[in-house]
């Protein structure tokens, strides 16, 4: 038997590094049963067979997990296990979203793990000071860097969150950097990196699997493909919570009971935006909450799940549009 761990996981098998060796290996039948397979980062017992083949027996316990609701289901998927660290990159184009932020923010809590944040495609900005300051009002105490995957600008800053033992994970959107990203650290070309879509400024989904590297300097890297939904655990946080009631209590203060909080006359919420009692991000997490719910709800209804999904893309592509013409107005 030989301990060893997971750093690819492939459809009906897994790659474990153990001793030097790569081994392509199976699980045992008892897997099955459980529907609990071994992930990327987990440390696992091994029987090895000849041809540098091996059976998995056993996957030890986990100091870490980090999950996500399915994209197509309200089932957990794991993202990776055994994690230190996320480095959460987002980038300064159209894939910059303080909503989306907040949400990894929220999944590294559940975790357990600490954040990082990563801005970026900084040489994009003339005036990085905004941004700074619109991102530091909502990752409060996270260590937040501004880098440049390209020139290589700031990346030896995240080299300190990384010690010999320590595994880091790249969450992100695709087209956000995280394989270039790896690439830097790994100070070799090993992820593939491909354009983004000036459309949108999405990626192609270069990278199509989760994978563990082991860093030349210590510790191990996960990259991770782009998660375009990130469906939280217990969406309804205590934070959450706190929001939505607040918005609630001003919304009852409304002049019109169906009040759309958007531009109606004597609308309480509106109000008290204007008087900074509210923010608008704020708002907006609130509706999106009332979307979920609603959705959840509907989900017995194929035509209301589908009239939902179509409204979604349009609010993404609306929002894409926003912060491209803002990104634009900085640079100008």
């Known amino acids: ?142 260590p937040v860097y501004l880098v440049s995957a390209i020139t290589g600008e700031g990346l030896k800053q995240l080299q300190d969150h990384i010690k010999q033992e320590t595994t880091a994970v790249l969450l992100g959107s695709s087209g956000a950097g995280k394989s270039t990203i790896t690439n830097w650290l790994l100070q070799e070309d090993r992820q593939k990196v491909r354009e983004i879509r000036e459309d949108d400024s999405r990626g192609r989904h270069t990278t199509t699997s989760r994978q563990l590297f082991v860093l030349p300097g210590g510790g191990y890297l996960i990259d991770t493909p782009g998660m375009r939904e990130l469906g939280v655990l217990e969406a309804d946080s205590e934070d959450q919570e706190a929001v939505f009631q607040r918005i609630e209590e001003y919304a009852a203060q409304c002049k019109f009971r169906n009040c759309d909080h958007d531009k109606t006359v004597g609308c309480a919420v509106l109000a008290a935006i204007e008087a900074g009692e509210l923010t608008e991000r704020e708002l907006h997490n609130y509706q999106k909450l009332l979307r979920e719910r609603s959705y959840l709800e509907s989900k017995g209804s194929t035509t209301a799940a589908r009239h939902y999904e179509q409204n979604q893309k349009r609010q993404r592509q609306h929002q894409v549009a926003v912060m491209r013409d803002r990104l634009r107005r900085r640079l100008n």
Do not use: C, W
């Not at 153990?18 to 081994?23: G, L, P, S, T, V």
């Not at 996957?59 to 480095?87: G, H």
């Open 1 to 142: 038997m030989k301990t060893g761990r997971v750093t690819e996981v492939h459809r009906t098998n897994y790659t474990v590094a153990a001793e030097d060796k790569e081994y392509l290996a199976t699980v045992r039948g008892s897997f099955h049963e459980e529907k609990d397979f071994p992930k990327v980062g987990d440390y696992v017992e091994l029987e090895t067979l000849v041809d540098e083949k091996a059976v998995i027996t056993k996957v030890f316990e986990r100091r870490s997990v980090i999950k996500r609701k399915s994209s197509d289901t309200d089932d957990e998927q794991v993202i990776a296990a055994n994690v230190d660290v996320i480095f959460i990159v987002m980038g300064l184009d159209g894939d910059y979203n303080l909503s989306r932020l907040e949400r990894y923010l929220l999944l590294a809590k559940q975790s357990g793990v600490e954040p990082v944040v990563i801005l970026n495609k900084a040489d994009l900005l003339t005036d990085p000071l905004v941004v700074e300051t619109e991102v530091g009002g909502v990752v409060g105490d996270v």
